[in-house]
């Protein structure tokens, strides 16, 4: 189990957020996450330029054993997407919360929308109960 | 109750990250089930079968027992060591299971079937065994570990006592020999050459730690499921069940309708041939990005059939399935993956053999 890096933010369903200088936000999901997944095959990615919003789902991860929604930690317009794992979807299994981030928003809410995340411990606490 | 193999405490050692399967506790993978795929189509990888179920039958007329128990013919089975696979169907012509069953003497065969199946095959068995004074005796002593793949014949003979690697060398493929107190049987499950081989369980450690040491990969139920769609092997109970004859699983080349041989499901399978097979099962490739999954309807133009097993293969870099479709279905066909249809081509499978993508694939 790879450290959770103290900058980010979580939802239950194992999404990471973290705001970056400028304010927007970059979004992957995290270690836990691609371990239960395994062997990740293909990333549906979301399109630059469209509206997200919080809870909802916006792209998908497909590993050989199964397909996972991939949800909004905060509601905002696409800004970026990783291009970079169409062709190299396994950059998620080896760097979850590094290279294989997923997308980046223009947040549009974000201090509500912050307000429902998991911090590191409470999120390290939720997979420690998960594994139980 | 989860049941553990003597392998349990080896494959956790290994990092392995278990699941339940067929009430199992069984490595899914040590790390990345891809690199495990591809360890046994380009050199060799190992698997726990130990979950499988081995039954030795024994009596005079063991062999009239399994001509009436099986839809394929012992008949075939000639000379001793000699494997056969087949379907046991019950009287519909649905398939209870597929097996591979080993003939040793004519008062001696071995059976191996699916781990999920174990009870009601072991009632089935005992059940039809009584007419023909055949005894029936699971043998949960033996443990079994298939090492799968083009260097992994060369691998296990390199840990054989000279007699029985003479043997083990010489037997040719679906033949076993015995040995060093092991059964090698050169079956498996991937497409790939290999052994698989039946151990006491008092020895399956120390044989499963010399093949590590050989250089032989562990490898999970996650590569063993890509392996065996790829060589276009049916999984029971996801490809075939009870309610479907062989004609419409692709297991039409295992069953032998043979003059005067009166095995159980005959009569219904030779109606359901005469009155005509609606269904087929098929491969299909798909060229988008995307994985086929067990469940997606698939559109023809002849109506809609649905995805058995479907998943990533790693040889192709793309996703492949069997599907069940209507009868006549054309090369073309259509898969609906959340909302949308998606192309998909129609083919003849094995999609790869002996860790070559075949053309049409």
């Not at chain 2, 698997?47 to 128990?69: C, E, K, N």
């Not at chain 2, 079956?187 to 093949?211: F, H, N, R, S």
């Not at chain 2, 479907?244 to 032998?256: K, M, Q, S």
């Not at chain 2, 069940?324 to 083919?347: H, L, M, Q, S, Y």
Request: one cysteine or more; hydrophobic letters at 45%.
């Amino acid at each position: 189990m790879n450290e959770i890096p103290g900058d980010l933010k979580f939802m239950k369903s194992h999404e990471w957020a973290r705001v970056e200088d400028n304010g927007t936000v970059t979004i992957g999901i995290s270690d836990h996450a691609q371990g239960l997944l395994g062997d990740l095959v293909y990333v549906e990615l979301p399109t630059v330029g469209d509206d997200v919003t919080a809870g909802n789902a916006c792209a998908v991860v497909e590993s050989v054993k199964a397909a996972s929604d991939i949800y909004a930690p905060v509601s905002g317009k696409v800004v970026s997407v990783n291009s970079a794992l169409a062709e190299k979807p396994e950059t998620i299994n080896e760097d979850a919360f590094g290279e294989g981030w997923i997308f980046v928003v223009k947040p549009s809410n974000l201090a509500e929308d912050s307000e429902e995340l998991l911090d590191p411990d409470a999120y390290a606490e939720l997979i420690e109960n998960e594994e139980h | 109750m989860t049941q553990q193999t003597v392998l349990n405490a080896a494959h956790r050692a290994l990092g392995a990250k278990m699941v339940d399967f067929g009430g199992w506790d069984m490595p899914l993978n040590y790390g990345s089930q891809i690199d495990e795929h591809h360890a046994v189509r380009r050199d060799a990888g190992m698997f726990d079968v130990s979950h499988m179920t081995v039954v030795d039958l024994r009596g005079a007329r063991t062999r009239d027992f399994l001509r009436h128990l099986f839809a394929n013919s012992v008949d075939k089975l000639k000379v001793p060591g000699k494997a056969l696979y087949s379907c046991m169907l019950n009287e519909q012509g649905g398939v209870i299971d597929d097996l591979i069953v080993y003939f040793l003497a004519e008062d001696f065969f071995r059976v191996v079937v699916n781990a999920a199946t174990h009870d009601k095959d072991l009632a089935w068995i005992e059940k039809q065994a009584k007419a023909f004074a055949v005894t029936v005796t699971e043998r949960a002593d033996l443990a079994m570990i298939a090492v799968q793949g083009p260097n992994a014949r060369a691998k296990v003979q390199s840990l054989l006592s000279s007699a029985t690697r003479e043997k083990a060398a010489k037997i040719g493929k679906f033949v076993a020999c015995e040995g060093d107190g092991l059964f090698i049987a050169r079956t498996g499950y991937t497409g790939e050459d290999g052994y698989e081989i039946i151990v006491p369980e008092a020895q399956a450690v120390a044989l499963w730690d010399k093949l590590l040491a050989a250089g032989v990969k562990p490898a999970g139920l996650g590569a063993r499921d890509t392996l065996r769609l790829e060589a276009g092997m049916n999984l029971y109970g996801q490809d075939m069940d009870e309610t479907i004859t062989p004609w419409e699983a692709g297991l039409a080349w295992t069953v032998v309708l043979d003059a005067g041989r009166d095995f159980i499901g005959r009569a219904a399978l030779e109606e359901h041939k005469a009155a005509g097979t609606g269904r087929a099962m098929v491969g299909l490739v798909m060229d988008d990005k995307g994985v086929l999954r067990h469940g997606q309807r698939v559109v023809t133009a002849q109506g809609d059939g649905e995805i058995l097993s479907g998943t990533f293969s790693p040889t192709l870099g793309r996703a492949i399935a069997f599907a069940r479709v209507p009868a006549g279905t054309a090369d073309r066909a259509e898969v609906d993956i959340r909302g949308k249809r998606v192309p998909v081509r129609v083919v003849k499978y094995p999609f790869v053999r002996d860790g070559k993508p075949i053309e049409a694939a």
